[in-house]
């Protein structure tokens, strides 16, 4: 496997956030994607107002964009969010979308960041979720 996740010891524990502090990996080829947000293949806007929703829908487009790359989440080794006036107390929210599909595409915990901005590129985006990954 080309990519190892880890919590290194004198580091807050990040399990129940799913993300590690530290990704180590080994392959050769590099995978960027570029930031998705919650748009269907239509280009329809899904789960207007719902953080959850898309957060989930985000993730499942992150999906199609790693696999057409010949990548999975096990491949993942970083992830970035920008979410929408983001505030401490909505991390529940953005926590319940990563679970409804994280069984579902088998995301793995990789090391995030989440970055609060006032505005996305289109009224009513609230979360854009970027991947780079390592495969081979």
Known sequence: M?????????LLNTDALRYRQ???????????????????ANGQLV???????????????????????????SDVVRL???VVDWKREMISDFLAGIEQVA????????PASLIGVSVLFEPGVLVEIEATAVVG
Do not use: C, M, S, W
């Open 22 to 40: 530290v990704a180590i990996a080994t392959g050769t080829r590099q995978v960027h994607i570029a930031g998705q947000v919650a748009y269907d």
């Open 103 to 110: 069984e579902e595409l088998k995301i793995k915990p990789a």
């Open 2 to 10: 080309p990519v190892t996740l880890i919590n290194p010891a004198g």
């Open 80 to 82: 970035t969010f920008y």
């Open 47 to 73: 789960a207007r107002g719902d953080l959850a929703g898309q957060v989930a829908q985000a993730f499942r487009n992150v999906a199609i964009a790693l696999a057409a790359a010949g990548a999975t989440f």
